[in-house]
């Protein structure tokens, strides 16, 4: 009996055998492979774009973290100032220039005056605009950007070689369309000085050293309890620069506009303050003076400025005031306690563009022709370093650019 079965014909298969060979040819193979490749490429597809789902629901302990922390607020705000106001009409004038086509290089701020009304202080200012080809398409335009940044803001048409812009009701800038700038004469104290402050050191510690990297002498005031105060301090040292205390003080619109647990409130009692003073230059031995910070209600608070600036002065400190008020008794105060004073002219970057800013710089070169010396505040805006690093190669080298300790007190 022959041990090997005949072999039988395909057509003679049944069952799973059958079902096999036909699977195994080339045919269904080829589907059944593009079958799978499809799917896999679909539910590729639906992982890459499926949306991330939000995160489980965190414990009470963490979301009572979480909400602690609040981020800190740089400058406390003051856009019903006339000044800020002032420079939203600057920026207007920016955008304007832009829009016409006029270069910014070719702008000249001719003459800046401080003006006072009541409690209202800004800068008056003389502007030279490049050779105009078409008048009244800027007036025009500006006009429009005017009216979307300052509605209280008027334009006049003062004849074929001026205009001004009014606000409140008060001039603040005379705009001068003719293409010869004028000639004003220089103030007779030689060598001004200009002093640049920047304020709110010890959180952007990349923009610190971009800033200790120009070859400008700046001041840098550092706040006491910040995420990088000692890092601040120490690279700022390391660099010789001039280092101040920028102090928190308690602002007109505390609580929502809070200065920190830090800060001097109108609310402590004289002990309280000499407490809190000594608490915060402890933080900071290096300090050679102190600045506020917001500060806008207690720098207007004389029995509370008198506490502290005599505190000041008995650790070897001056004090400069940004001046975040009209009402300050900084002057007052500081001359009661026979502290060093100083008060700031311009603040650099209220709004934040690099033309803006390097016009506020150019702004306090006048200022410096004008009285002998100017004192300007930034901060470490990005924005700010690359205005400084752009007005750094073209500004006015008639003009001494000088750490604050350099600079005489009042």
Known sequence: MDEHPTEETPHEQTGPDSLLMRLYRPGPLIFMFSIVFMGLVALGYFLLTEETPPPSALPPSVVEKQTDIVPRVYEEETTSDMEDKVKQADLAIIETMRDVKLKMSELALIDVELRHLNERTYHFQVLQIPSVADRGLFLKTLRGHLFKRVPEAALLDNGSNEAAIEIDKLPTHRLLLEAVPLKLPRPETKGPKLVIVIDDIGENHT????????????????????????????????????LIIHFPMEPKGYPAVNPGDDALFVSMTPDEIRKRVTENLNKIPEAI??????????????????????????????????????????????????????????????????????????????????????????????????????????????????????????
């Open 289 to 410: 003076g102190v600045n506020n910070h917001m500060g806008s209600k207690f720098t207007s608070h004389e029995p509370g400025m008198e506490v502290a600036l005599t505190e000041f002065k008995r650790h070897g400190l001056f004090f400069l005031d940004s001046l975040t008020s009209g009402k300050s008794v900084g002057r007052k105060s500081a001359r009661i306690a026979g502290i060093p004073f100083y008060e700031r002219d311009i603040f650099l970057d209220n709004v934040k563009d690099v033309t803006a800013i390097v016009h506020q710089l150019k702004k306090t070169e006048r200022v410096a022709h004008r009285k002998g010396y100017a004192i300007a505040i930034g901060h470490p805006y990005p924005k700010t370093l690359s205005a400084l690093r752009q007005w750094s190669s073209n500004r006015d080298k008639s003009i001494k650019i000088i750490p604050l300790s350099h600079l005489s007190p009042e």
């Open 207 to 242: 923009v610190l050293k971009g800033l200790l990297k120009l070859s400008i002498p700046l001041t840098f005031a550092v706040w006491p309890n910040a995420s990088f105060t000692r890092a601040s301090v120490e690279l700022i040292s390391q660099n010789k620069r001039d």
